[in-house]
């Protein structure tokens, strides 16, 4: 069974800082990994997409993947208070289908 | 941009009534995905389609069913809602390159 990890948090960052938000995959196959956003009584929003070992930059948002290790991370600078939600990672199963793995999320806080 | 639109926003309904929540996206995707989502358990696929007519069951189908007659509209039946079943229900919208773009929610009640 593939398997998304996150921790729960919350993760607590003063305005201002950088959040560091981490996830672990058990497939090594896995090839992309996808970063959603998801405030209180809302859907979960795509933010970010990573295909390759690296990083991939928008904006405040970069998503760091390194396959080695098996971890994926979003990096958040200068956090606001509106950047305060759940944060979910999701790598796709295998198969065809457009099925997403998804991780049980991160909550961040911002304090202003 | 993608536009994946739900039927009812809050639903209320009595127990073992048939429930049906609809969902439509904009973009001719092929794929789209019903989940659950609940406090400490994360979203939880309930069942999915990759054609007209076609689907599959997710992690927890049970009490549920599906329709798509139409390649725009995947609809979830809920066949005698029971209370267990009071939950935030999420439609996603697949792109080919597994991008899955969601709904804004059904929250829906079961008393």
């Known amino acids: 069974q593939k398997e998304v990890e996150q921790n729960s948090g919350p993760l607590s960052v003063p305005e201002g800082a950088i959040a560091s938000l981490n996830c672990t995959y058990s497939?090594?196959?896995?090839?992309?990994f996808f970063w959603y956003r998801q405030y209180s009584g809302k859907s979960p929003e795509l933010i970010m997409f990573?295909?390759?070992?690296g990083d991939k930059e928008d904006g405040r948002f970069t998503a760091q993947l390194n396959k080695a290790s098996q971890y994926v991370s979003l990096l958040i600078r200068d956090s606001q208070p509106s950047d305060s939600a759940t944060y979910l990672c999701?790598?796709?199963?295998?198969?065809?289908?457009?099925?997403?793995?998804f991780g049980q999320g991160t909550t961040l806080q911002v304090k202003p | 941009d993608v536009k994946v639109t739900q039927s009812s926003r809050y639903l209320v309904k009595r127990t073992g009534e048939k429930v049906f929540l609809e969902c439509v996206q904009d973009?001719?995707?092929?794929?789209m995905f019903w989940y659950r989502q609940d406090p400490g358990l994360g979203l939880r696929l309930i069942y999915f389609?990759?054609?007209?007519?076609?689907?599959e069951k997710g992690d927890i189908p049970e009490g549920y069913s599906v329709s798509r007659e139409k390649k725009e509209r995947f609809s979830l039946i809920l066949e005698s809602a029971s209370t267990n079943q009071t939950s935030m229900y999420l439609c996603?919208?697949?792109?080919?390159?597994?991008?899955?773009?969601f709904g804004p929610g059904t929250r829906l009640t079961v008393t």
């Open positions: 999701a790598a796709p199963n295998s198969g065809n289908t457009g099925k997403l793995i």
């Open positions: 497939d090594r196959g896995s090839q992309s």
């Open positions: 990573i295909y390759s070992n």
């Open positions: 973009m001719d995707h092929e794929n």
């Open positions: 389609s990759y054609d007209v007519k076609m689907k």
């Open positions: 996603a919208s697949v792109a080919d390159s597994y991008e899955q773009y």
